[in-house]
């Protein structure tokens, strides 16, 4: 039997199997129900799964949201989406993407958060052929030196390091699922991926009141696409009044949960 492609889905012989996993749930401390919100008709979630599934890369693609009565919301959403979604616990991430790699095997993860409704999927595509470039590679990230804004990092990890951080991490590194590796690159091999020029002084995220105006700015302007990083900047370049609307929002430590 042949098999028929799926858009957004990269074929099974096209190097490691790349499963994409969405963190997504209600709670937020700073923005309760940002992963829902609507931009130019489409979900901060959908825009999300919209850009991992453009990037061409994936073999499979799942949202893991909460056992929490809350995200039965974001389970809903998954099910308009047309999207896996795997439940897990509330607070160990770690744990709910192990359980959503073991619902959905592949060789490697690629990370997103469900706040990053601007993600560009010709990042993702790059991350992932950096990748497969480079075997042996536990993890690779644009955030280790950073140089892109906030809230277009892109991350992946091999599936069996992701595994050993589950035996390994505790405390915070179990919130924020990858920090062991790169907090102790002594111990995986870690690559940091860079694109110039610098932009990591804007931010692009969705954690506060402040980042929704910004963003929803950005969504008035360009529509319902994903636009692409170069595109982005040069227009906000020209649009101080924006930039300024979230530039002294403190981004939470990693310690911070």
Not at 33 to 45: C, I, M, Q
Not at 96 to 113: E, I, K, S, Y
Not at 153 to 172: K, M, N, P, Q, S
Not at 214 to 230: E, K, Q, T, W
């Amino acid at each position: 039997m042949t098999a028929v492609p799926v858009p957004g889905v990269a074929p099974d012989d096209a190097g490691p199997r790349i499963v994409g996993i969405v963190q997504a749930r209600m709670g937020s401390s700073r923005l309760p129900g940002k992963v829902l919100r609507p931009l130019a008709g489409r979900s901060v979630l959908g825009r999300v799964v919209r850009a991992a599934l453009d990037s061409g890369v994936l073999a499979d693609l799942v949202v893991a949201t909460s056992t929490d009565a809350v995200d039965d919301a974001v389970v809903a959403e998954c099910a308009r989406l047309g999207v896996a979604c795997h439940r897990g616990p509330v607070d160990d991430v770690l744990g709910r993407f192990v359980g959503a790699l073991a619902a959905h095997p592949g060789d490697a993860v690629l990370r997103f958060t469900a706040d990053c409704p601007l993600l560009d999927p010709e990042i993702i595509t790059l991350v992932a052929s950096v990748y497969r470039a480079v075997p042996g590679l536990d993890y690779a990230s644009t955030s280790i030196a950073r140089t892109l804004p906030r809230g277009l990092d892109v991350e992946i990890i091999r599936a069996e390091t992701l595994r050993t951080l589950d035996r390994l991490a505790t405390d915070h590194h179990r919130v924020h699922v990858t920090s062991y590796a790169y907090t102790y690159p002594e111990l995986f091999r870690v690559l940091g991926v860079t694109l110039t020029p610098d932009r990591s002084a804007l931010r692009l995220t969705l954690d506060t009141e402040r980042d929704w105006a910004l963003v929803s700015a950005v969504v008035d302007h360009f529509g319902d696409v994903s636009v692409p990083l170069a595109t982005l900047t040069d227009w906000l370049h020209g649009q101080p009044h924006l930039r300024a609307l979230n530039a002294d929002v403190r981004q939470k430590q990693l310690e911070e949960c």
